[in-house]
């Protein structure tokens, strides 16, 4: 069991089946990156963020969100991340 603000989460349809509403907490990587991005970082359009670990899950959504908030990004990630998985996502790699 979990505690959330109710400003967190998003009210399911009661019509939804329940082995569907099962997976509701699946893209919380996506709500990660989302809250970083928005409410978070407070980086404006035009300016530049460091995206660390940007080779995993909420990193590259972050990069691929704040790209579409026009900021620059330049990505951190761990020597074992392949480098090739920051350049499918977001472009070139830095």
């Known amino acids: 069991m979990t505690c959330q603000s109710s400003a967190q989460v998003v009210p399911l349809p009661p019509d939804l089946p ?3 509403a099962a997976a509701a907490a699946v893209p919380s990587n996506t709500t990660t990156a989302h809250l970083i991005c928005h409410d978070l970082a ?3 359009a035009g300016e530049t963020a ?3 670990a940007a080779a995993g899950s909420v990193g590259s959504l972050l990069g691929q ?3 579409a908030a026009g900021w620059g990004v ?3 990630r761990s ?7 920051l350049q499918k996502p977001w472009g070139k790699a830095r």
Request: charged fraction near 20%; hydrophobic fraction near 50%.
């Open 65 to 67: 969100m704040a790209r």
């Open 42 to 44: 407070h980086v404006r």
């Open 74 to 76: 330049t990505s951190a």
């Open 79 to 85: 020597a074992a991340a392949p480098r090739s998985s």
């Open 50 to 52: 460091v995206v660390h």
């Open 18 to 20: 329940l082995e569907i």
